[in-house]
Every structure is written in structure tokens, then in C-alpha cells.
Nanobody, 123 residues
Framework: QVRLVESGGGLVQAGGSLRLSCAAS????????MAWFRQAPGKEREIVAR????????FYADSVKGRFAISRVNARNTVSLQMNNLKPEDTAVYYC????????????????WGQGTRVTVSS
């Protein structure tokens, strides 16, 4: 069973930056896609960005394009999300997730989830 542990959330002012990290307990070769999702109060969980373990494919939600960057370090089984120019609407709990489906986008295609890390952006 792969465990995902997120870190790096916190409180930041609008325009600031945060870096989230996700460490996988092991490199399960069934996992081909890693992603960051977020869920704001009263809203559905939505994908923020995803990357394949090979690094040859990334996806970003329109709301974060140009501000967020996802990356992975295979040797350390980690995936990071660099978040710049943060906005109050980025406030949410951010979840790391893993999927055996190449280039997966939908929530239901991810079968491993971290516990979440809270990001709060003040105006």
C-alpha cells in the first residue's frame, strides 16, 4: 500500500509563494501519474496539476496556468507543486494523489491520496 504524505502548506499573503511537497512511501510501478488536487470549503475537489512519472506530460487547470509548476524527483519518490502569485481564491486543502492511469485527470481515476495540507491566502 503506497502512502502519500504532503507538506509545505500554510498561511501566505496574496502575491506570495508556497511550495508543496509529496513523498511516496515507495515507488509502486503501477503508479504512472501523480497529481495535486484541491478542495475549498463547500466546493468539489478539483485537479490543480498532474505529471507523469516519466515527466513527459503535464497538465494544469486554467486557473493556475502560469502561476503553478509541478515537478517530480523520481529518485526520491517526490512530487512538488511550486505556487507563485497566490490569490485568495487559491485557499483550499491541497491533496497529493497517484493513479495507474496515464495522464489521468478525474478524481475517480486516482486510488492513492494523501491526508491533505491546508493553504490559506489572505488578501
Amino acid at each position: 500500500q503506497v502512502r502519500l504524505v504532503e507538506s509545505g502548506g500554510g498561511l501566505v499573503q496574496a502575491g506570495g509563494s508556497l511550495r508543496l511537497s509529496c513523498a511516496a512511501s515507495e515507488r509502486a510501478y503501477s503508479i504512472v501519474t501523480m497529481a495535486w488536487f484541491r478542495q475549498a470549503p463547500g466546493k468539489e475537489r478539483e485537479i490543480v496539476a498532474r505529471i507523469t512519472w516519466s515527466g513527459d506530460s503535464t497538465f494544469y487547470a486554467d486557473s493556475v496556468k502560469g502561476r503553478f509548476a509541478i515537478s517530480r524527483v523520481n529518485a526520491r519518490n517526490t512530487v512538488s507543486l511550486q505556487m507563485n502569485n497566490l490569490k485568495p481564491e487559491d485557499t483550499a486543502v491541497y491533496y497529493c494523489a497517484a493513479s495507474p492511469i496515464p495522464s489521468a485527470i478525474g478524481v475517480k481515476l486516482y486510488n492513492y491520496w494523501g491526508q491533505g495540507t491546508r493553504v490559506t491566502v489572505s488578501s
